[in-house]
């Protein structure tokens, strides 16, 4: 019989397609160097769905968090395919977040430790993330990689670096979903109380929160909304930098674009946050606006420009990085394709 080897297949599983970071990430496994690796599909699931599909893969990608409904589903998709690799990406759960929003967390803990042992591997979007999830899930070294996340916008590494010898207002943005996970009201506090002074605050998105955010913004000349935001290049060309002042967030992508874009970050200290800044901006407690105050009154026109060359260099070519690395991780889960072409799976 004549064996030929294939390369393994890959399947996503999402339970939302809505146009957020963990739906626009996927876009990795289109790239050339994850196809090289295997060949790659999406596939969607139910939210309320406790039996998983069989599937023709070699290697199962979950990208929802667990919870206790959704051990039944894991355990049913371990059962229903006993051939493949089943990974676990966690995009949403966190230090600060099970801080501020889990009240039971020995339970929730408890959770966690069932579910990720019905998984082969974990990966975590930030090093933060990932070592507060093998400290609460008990997970060996081992079973969890870290990749940050990636996704594609246009324009963003060949934008011009902000010019800081001009004598006009520094021009800070923030943009994402108007969420109390955003922590927007925080800076648009500070800059009422004139934390951030000599500045203008321009802040795209869209969201539940909008209503109170305008009314926190008062009539303020130096605070103004640009709405939802389609072009992430176009936004960040107006912008000097940009302020993340997230109460919760596993990776920030709004960061990772900002410094593509070559505008130095000012971040909370928050989760997978801080380890993005390195020379490219600082990390500020937004809700203390003397601090905050302090801290922007150190930036100097010289240091924002160190910043913004350093925040470019930090994000150059980070979109390859990330498909190397997941080329390299599914290559390591599945170092053989020993299933021949042809040959379905059996459940």
């Not at 739906?23 to 196809?35: D, K, P, T, W």
């Not at 967390?105 to 979007?125: E, P, S, T, Y």
């Amino acid at each position: 019989m004549n064996r030929h080897h294939h390369k393994p297949r890959l399947v996503n599983l999402l339970d939302d397609f809505a146009f957020g970071g963990v739906s626009r990430g996927l876009g990795i496994f289109s790239s050339q160097i994850v196809a090289d690796a295997a060949d790659c599909s999406v596939v969607a699931v139910r939210p309320d769905a406790l039996i998983a599909p069989r599937l023709d893969a070699d290697i199962i990608v979950v990208h929802f968090p667990p919870n206790w409904r959704r051990i039944a589903f894991l355990l049913s998709l371990r059962v229903r395919n006993p051939q493949a690799r089943i990974m676990h990406v966690e995009h949403s759960y966190t230090r600060a977040w099970e801080a501020l929003k889990v009240e039971q967390k020995g339970r929730f803990r408890l959770m966690l430790r069932i579910a990720l042992r019905l998984v082969d591997q974990v990966v975590c979007v930030s090093c933060g993330q990932a070592d507060w999830l093998r400290e609460v899930a008990q997970l060996p070294w081992h079973k969890v990689d870290v990749i940050y996340p990636h996704a594609e916008n246009p324009g963003l590494c060949t934008l011009p670096l902000p010019d800081f010898s001009c004598e006009r207002p520094l021009v800070i943005g923030a943009y994402g979903r108007f969420h109390e996970q955003k922590g927007l009201e925080n800076l648009i506090g500070a800059h009422r109380a004139g934390a951030l002074p000599g500045t203008e605050l321009v802040i795209g998105g869209f969201g539940p929160m909008e209503d109170e955010l305008r009314q926190l913004a008062g009539n303020s000349p130096d605070i103004r909304f640009a709405g939802k935001i389609d072009d992430v290049a176009g936004f960040l060309r107006g912008c000097d930098l940009v302020a993340v002042p997230s109460r919760w967030e596993a990776y920030g992508q709004v960061a990772c674009e900002a410094r593509e874009a070559g505008r130095p970050i000012l971040v909370a200290p928050v989760d997978g946050l801080p380890e993005q800044v390195g020379s490219a901006g600082l990390v500020i407690d937004f809700t203390n606006p003397d601090a905050l105050a302090r801290a922007f009154a150190t930036l100097d026109n010289q240091r924002l420009g160190v910043m913004a060359r350093a925040a470019r260099r930090s994000a150059q070519d980070c979109g390859l990085d990330r498909q190397r690395e997941w080329a390299r991780l599914i290559r390591r889960l599945v170092p053989r394709q020993a299933r021949p072409i042809g040959v379905p799976v059996t459940a």
